[in-house]
């Protein structure tokens, strides 16, 4: 047991200073698709300062801490095991619902933005100033990346440039099909940059309301499906407290108990999920 204590630990110790002191280069170099998923999460969340490493490494830490204290509670090895896995998940699991918030509320405002944006340009302003004006007058929650936009074009003088940064900062799909969209309009130019403009508020308006709706229908089958999967394992952690009752889990027989439930929760769980699903937006325009 001290051995494996051990061993844990000094895991997370190496991947919190690697996070840290690793050179910028060899991380990008060395990205897999743990890193890769880890750093759009990242991006989708809006979070900062963080690096994938760090995440990751906190996600260890958490379930290794949740697996020590279960263990010793219980005494009993699977439950200890099956509990750290499910608490390493929970970085994940808050990571993801905060993008599906930071997304959601996007969606509504991206409309507000392009009227914006049309209303400088009809009032005389060129596009990259129209852009840099709705970090100064735009919707709360969008004004940063846009004042950020602002300061990278006054700096560089790159109009393309400074859209792959806003695109970055953004990490949007539908940021991406407006960012997009301006750049086409900018090297198009001409006349009917206003009647694109509209036609595309009213477009991202009519989605957002549309996919609103839906959301709100499938919030039931959602919430059922968490409920369903939250329940028994809940049952398992009050049991966890009655020792001679948790103990009959601490042999082969019942660490396979556990097993066989926990890929029934997950296959079931992901099935509904799959069932209700609504199609995700791509960012195929990053």
């Not at 690096?51 to 009993?76: R, Y």
């Given at each position: 047991?001290?051995?494996?204590?051990?061993?844990?630990?000094?895991?997370?110790?190496?991947?919190?200073?690697?996070?840290?002191?690793?050179?910028?280069?060899?991380?990008?170099?060395?990205?897999?698709?743990?890193?890769?998923?880890?750093?759009?999460?990242?991006?989708?969340?809006?979070?900062?300062?963080?690096?994938?490493?760090?995440?990751?490494?906190?996600?260890?830490?958490?379930?290794?801490?949740?697996?020590?204290?279960?263990?010793?509670?219980?005494?009993?090895?699977?439950?200890?095991?099956?509990?750290?896995?499910?608490?390493?998940?929970?970085?994940?699991?808050?990571?993801?619902?905060?993008?599906?918030?930071?997304?959601?509320?996007?969606?509504?405002?991206?409309?507000?933005?392009?009227?914006?944006?049309?209303?400088?340009?009809?009032?005389?302003?060129?596009?990259?100033?129209?852009?840099?004006?709705?970090?100064?007058?735009?919707?709360?929650?969008?004004?940063?990346?846009?004042?950020?936009?602002?300061?990278?074009?006054?700096?560089?003088?790159?109009?393309?440039?400074?859209?792959?940064?806003?695109?970055?900062?953004?990490?949007?799909?539908?940021g991406d099909r407006v960012v997009e969209a301006l750049r086409i309009a900018r090297e198009v130019g001409g006349g009917d940059l206003g009647r694109l403009l509209r036609s595309l508020s009213s477009f991202?308006?009519?989605?957002?309301?549309?996919?609103?709706?839906?959301?709100?229908?499938?919030?039931?089958?959602?919430?059922?499906?968490?409920?369903?999967?939250?329940?028994?394992?809940?049952?398992?952690?009050?049991?966890?407290?009655?020792?001679?009752?948790?103990?009959?889990?601490?042999?082969?027989?019942?660490?396979?108990?556990?097993?066989?439930?926990?890929?029934?929760?997950?296959?079931?769980?992901?099935?509904?999920?799959?069932?209700?699903?609504?199609?995700?937006?791509?960012?195929?325009?990053?």
């Open positions: 047991m001290g051995l494996l204590l051990g061993l844990f630990f000094g895991i997370g110790l190496l991947l919190i200073i690697w996070s840290f002191v690793a050179p910028a280069e060899d991380r990008v170099r060395s990205d897999g698709r743990l890193v890769s998923k880890a750093r759009d999460l990242l991006a989708s969340a809006g979070v900062e300062g963080v690096t994938p490493g760090a995440f990751i490494g906190a996600c260890v830490i958490t379930g290794f801490v949740a697996f020590v204290l279960m263990f010793l509670v219980t005494a009993a090895l699977p439950v200890g095991a099956v509990f750290g896995v499910m608490a390493g998940g929970v970085p994940v699991a808050l990571l993801k619902a905060r993008a599906r918030k930071r997304l959601a509320e996007f969606r509504e405002l991206w409309p507000d933005v392009v009227d914006n944006v049309a209303s400088a340009v009809r009032a005389g302003l060129s596009l990259s100033e129209a852009l840099a004006q709705v970090g100064e007058r735009g919707p709360l929650p969008l004004r940063e990346p846009f004042k950020r936009f602002g300061s990278d074009y006054a700096s560089t003088g790159r109009f393309a440039d400074s859209l792959d940064r806003l695109k970055e900062r953004l990490a949007d799909p539908v991202l308006r009519d989605d957002a309301r549309t996919r609103s709706e839906l959301e709100s229908r499938q919030a039931w089958s959602v919430n059922g499906a968490r409920v369903a999967v939250a329940a028994p394992w809940l049952v398992l952690g009050l049991l966890s407290f009655q020792g001679d009752v948790i103990q009959r889990y601490n042999s082969p027989m019942g660490a396979l108990i556990i097993g066989v439930g926990a890929a029934v929760c997950v296959i079931a769980y992901r099935l509904m999920l799959r069932i209700g699903r609504l199609p995700e937006p791509e960012r195929v325009l990053r």
